[in-house]
């Protein structure tokens, strides 16, 4: 009892219930199955580390400002111009995005995410907050 605080009450009663714990990767303690962040030591855990480095990897560009250009200009290669892939960019507006199929191809990338800029970073995020 002594020297016990509410909190590590709370932590041992979660402990026991199971299904709604899992145990940080860092330090080893239980934590909330839906945790992002580890309370105790404060580091991001695998899935949110993940996605971070995802997100932290992406393009600058915004993935529906993409998907827009390719939309409506797609044929003109006015996403790639935008991602700063100015070679295809010209061939596209020459060759009509390589006869539609090109333009079709990368619109359908960039709805997938899976369209990469000139630096080959991915464009992943839909629009970025200022
Ligand atoms: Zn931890």
Partial sequence: MDGETPEDAVNGSSEVQGGTVKYCEHCGAAIDRRAVICPKCGVPLEAFGRWMQRRAEAS?????????MAWFF?????????????GTGVLWLLTLGVMGIGALV?????????????????????????
């Fill in 60 to 68: 600058p560009k915004s993935r529906l400002a993409a998907l827009l």
């Fill in 106 to 130: 990368d619109l359908i990338m960039i709805a997938a995410g899976s369209f990469r800029d000139s630096q080959g970073r991915p464009l992943l995020v839909w629009l970025h907050e200022e």
């Fill in 74 to 86: 797609g044929i003109l290669g006015i996403h790639r111009f935008y991602v700063g892939k100015t």
